[in-house]
Structures are given as structure tokens and as C-alpha cells.
T-cell receptor, first 113, second 112 residues
Framework: NAGVTQTPKFQVLKTGQSMTLQCAQD?????MSWYRQDPGMGLRLIHY???????DQGEVPNGYNVSRSTTEDFPLRLLSAAPSQTSVYFC????????????FGPGTRLLVL | QKEVEQDPGPLSVPEGAIVSLNCTYS??????FMWYRQYSRKGPELLMY????GNKEDGRFTAQVDKSSKYISLFIRDSQPSDSATYLC????????????FGQGTELSVKP
């Protein structure tokens, strides 16, 4: 199993550009989530999904869109990048409803100029 | 006020010391309590989780949850330089898989 994979590893964007951060898991997990990590802030939940076709907002959803058409993939879209979205983005998946077994991907470092 | 508070440190201890890491929280609906370890420039990895109150032990690591005080702890015995990392507590309510709320993380350094 590859686990949770994320692409790209690093990206530089200009303000106003759009992009999609890719996330895939091969463990047949129902639950998938996106977090961002900023210095001194821990991880903050952006969006999450409890299964294909079902998504919901987390703590900091503004400026981000998600969709989940398959169990394996959960892409995160930045519609119009802003410098405040400079961060490290982590995708995670879990097979349990309590979220107590979340597995994280290696992260995507995003710099918005 | 954040739902989960964690002292960011940094915390520096000599090799072999007992380390105590703590988090407090305000949401009484939290039922699952997790500790993650994160090495520099890596994704978090799950160390331990506890459901509701009580203690759980795994090798050199012990997790404690006191729901009456809304306080959780992670103890590391016989700390090793390889334990140097950022430790994050995380919590979730029952049956809301994927919706974890994290503390800020504590940076730990174990000196040989």
C-alpha cells in the first residue's frame, strides 16, 4: 500500500492563480480530510468527507473547494490564491467514524506571492 | 479562545528523562483523544489514541485522559534523542470521523 499520497510536494503561485492539490489513498478509507498547518497554529481543518459524494466544511473553509467523486481521491481546489493561503497542506484518511486512526500524507508546501 | 490549548514549548530535556506533555480543552463533546508525532518537514504520525477517560500504555508512552478536568497528558519514559519532534494532541466528538481539532503542538528536544 502507498498509503496517502499528495501531489505536488511544493508549489509557488501568484496571487489570483488557481490550482488543485491532489490527494489519493489506497486503503479504501471512507473518511478523508484536508488540513493546513501554519507556525504556532497546529493543524486546522479545511474540509472533510465521510464518503464519496459527501463533503462538509471545517474550521477554515473560505477560499477552498472540495469534491469527492471516488473513495480514493479527494482534491482541494484553490479558486483564487491569496498570500494568506501560504501554508503546508496535509491530507488525511481514516477508516473509523471517530477519526482516531487518521493517516496523514507527506504534505504540500504552498507559497503564494 | 481555542477549543484545544497546548503549550508550544519548546521543551528541552536530557536523554533518559521523563517527559510530560499536556493539553486542555473546552468542548465536553470530545470523546476521542489522540497524540501525533511530527518530525521536521514530515506529516504527523499517530502515536496513541484513547476513547473517553482512562489510561493507555504502549511501550515507553502513556496517554492519560481526565474528562472531568478536560485535561489530557502524554508521558514519555526514558526519552531518547529520536523522540525529538513536535507532539500534537488532537480530539474529536463521537461519530464525526475526520473532524479532528488539534492543539498547537509542543516542540520537544531530547539532548544526548
Amino acid at each position: 500500500n502507498a498509503g496517502v499520497t499528495q501531489t505536488p510536494k511544493f508549489q509557488v503561485l501568484k496571487t489570483g492563480q488557481s490550482m488543485t492539490l491532489q490527494c489519493a489513498q489506497d486503503m479504501n478509507h471512507e473518511y478523508m480530510s484536508w488540513y493546513r498547518q501554519d507556525p504556532g497554529m497546529g493543524l486546522r481543518l479545511i474540509h472533510y468527507s465521510v464518503g464519496a459524494g459527501i463533503t462538509d466544511q471545517g474550521e477554515v473553509p473560505n477560499g477552498y473547494n472540495v469534491s469527492r467523486s471516488t473513495t480514493e481521491d479527494f482534491p482541494l481546489r484553490l479558486l483564487s490564491a491569496a498570500p494568506s493561503q501560504t501554508s503546508v497542506y496535509f491530507c488525511a484518511s481514516s477508516y473509523s467514524s471517530g477519526g482516531e486512526t487518521q493517516y496523514f500524507g507527506p504534505g504540500t508546501r504552498l507559497l503564494v506571492l | 479562545q481555542k477549543e484545544v490549548e497546548q503549550d508550544p514549548g519548546p521543551l528541552s530535556v536530557p536523554e533518559g528523562a521523563i517527559v510530560s506533555l499536556n493539553c486542555t480543552y473546552s468542548n465536553s463533546a470530545f470523546q476521542y483523544f489522540m497524540w501525533y508525532r511530527q518530525y521536521s518537514r514530515k506529516g504527523p504520525e499517530l502515536l496513541m489514541y484513547t476513547y473517553s477517560s482512562g489510561n493507555k500504555e504502549d511501550g515507553r508512552f502513556t496517554a492519560q485522559v481526565d474528562k472531568s478536568s478536560k485535561y489530557i497528558s502524554l508521558f514519555i519514559r526514558d526519552s531518547q534523542p529520536s523522540d525529538s519532534a513536535t507532539y500534537l494532541c488532537a480530539m474529536s466528538p463521537y461519530n464525526q470521523g475526520g473532524k479532528l481539532i488539534f492543539g498547537q503542538g509542543t516542540e520537544l528536544s531530547v539532548k544526548p
